[in-house]
């Protein structure tokens, strides 16, 4: 057994011996069930982690993560956690929760190969041509990349509103609001990106479902 796999099994041991120290039924009460009112969206970077970043404890959000928080509409994984999340747990809230500094966004700021991920950062550089004109003329490359990477979360905010099962759930008068963060690494702060949506009433009208 290699050092580092015996230190993470010596590690989830101090955990579980630290939380029954705490509560010895904190294990049983978890095990009862989940009712969590958010679901984070997030990038699968290991330095952006959801429970610890919002204060949050186990139980209290459902997670979601990929390359770069992309809500890609044929992504049957995104798409199965987004429905169980609305139609069963009723969530009342949705974050897309993006990054400075993230890998996958800046990839889709070149053009170097990569490997089977390049058919993935593709979809981030559709988002790139859309707003090309507004960021081509940001000179300084790393305003560039940090307003990328703004926009590149708006983008996936608006996406959700534009699934069916979002607005099959606002049809249905179900609370639901959705919201775009961006993550800061070097200083543990977010930046609530004012992209905050709980109807379909400001899509335009070739989005807007009728059920």
């Given at each position: 057994?290699?050092d ?18 705490l509560?010895?039924d ?5 095990a009862?069930?989940?009712s ?17 970043i919002?204060g ?15 809500v ?27 990054h ?11 053009n170097?190969?990569?490997?089977i991920?390049d058919?993935w950062?593709?979809?981030i ?6 707003h ?22 708006k ?47 400001d899509?335009d ?6 059920f």
């Open positions: 057994m290699s580092f796999y015996k230190k993470i099994i010596d590690n989830n041991k101090t955990w579980v011996e630290s939380q029954v120290a509560n010895k904190y294990f049983k009460d978890l009862k069930g989940q969590p009112t958010l679901l984070w969206i997030g990038c699968s970077d290991s330095r952006v982690p959801a429970n610890e919002i949050a404890k186990p139980g209290e959000v459902f997670v979601h993560r990929n390359i770069a928080n992309m890609v509409h044929s992504d049957m994984n995104m798409l199965s956690v987004l429905d169980y999340a609305v139609n069963v747990l009723k969530v009342k809230h949705v974050l897309v929760c993006g400075y500094g993230c890998g996958g966004v800046k990839a889709a700021m070149g170097d190969s990569i490997g991920i058919n950062i593709r979809h550089k559709d988002v790139y041509r859309l090309n004109i507004y960021l081509d003329s940001i000179l300084d490359e790393e305003e560039r990349f940090n307003k990328f990477v703004e926009l590149n979360v983008e996936q905010v608006f996406d959700l509103s534009k699934t069916s099962i979002v607005q099959a759930a606002w049809r249905n008068g179900q609370e639901l609001t959705l919201h775009g963060w961006a993550y800061g690494l070097n200083s543990g702060y977010v930046t609530d990106l004012e992209v905050n949506i709980s109807s379909n009433k899509l009208s070739v989005y807007q479902l009728k």
